[in-house]
Each structure stands twice: as structure tokens, then as C-alpha cells.
């Protein structure tokens, strides 16, 4: 937790790498402070196929999953910093979107969540 998946048109990773692109939204999650270290996870899923608006050519919308529990500001901070950081990179973008979503913590489960030695159900239990 938490998952950033990259959707995004093929020439964006023609452009730029998909290792600087996942790195680039890695590391402003990371610079939030809202995680716990090494726990961030992305993504991206490049399209050859997709349809556009007139004279529209490239796009990139992350989808964030987050788990619940924080503010408003936080999780629009989030989304506002990853775009930020992306536009740096593609100035001449058509499209650039991030969308945040939360997780219910009661319906959530892992790994680690299930482990038997996991008694205090810490969901970062041998991570």
C-alpha cells in the first residue's frame, strides 16, 4: 500500500523512460511523508489503442489507491505533487491526470494480514 498504476498512451514511453516516469511518481509519493518507507508500489500499463479529442495525442491518469484515514488536503497535496512532477517531464502533454482512491481498512486483507504470528493484525507485518 500504497498503488500507483500509470495508464498512459504508447508514445509517452517512447518519450520517456518507463523507469523515469515510475520513478518520477515514486518518489513524490514518497516525499508526501504519508507512507511508510518501501511501501509504495507502481505501476504502468502503456495503450497502443485509445481514442482522443481533436488534435489530442499523448495522455498519462494515475489511478492512487491509498488506504483510508487521511485528510482531504493530504490526499489532494498527493495527487497535485505527482502532476506537478510529470509535467516537468512532458510539457507538451495533451492529457495529465491523477485521481486518489481510498482503501475501507475493514474489507482491506494481505499477506500479512492472514499470517498466523501476526497478532496484532499489522498490515506491514514482514515487510
Known sequence: ?????????QEIIQQV????????VYQAAEATQLF???????RIQPYQ?????ENKKSFIHIFGYIME???TDQKANLSQQITTKLAVLFPQISFLSVNIYEFETATYC????INPENTDNNRHFEL
Open 1 to 9: 500500500m500504497p498503488h500507483f498504476i500509470i495508464d498512459c498512451s
Open 36 to 42: 511508510a518507507l518501501n511501501d509504495i508500489k507502481v
Open 49 to 53: 489503442y485509445y481514442k482522443l479529442g
Open 110 to 113: 494481505n499477506k500479512s494480514l
Open 69 to 71: 484515514g487521511r485528510s
Open 17 to 24: 523512460s518507463p523507469d523515469l516516469i515510475m520513478d518520477t
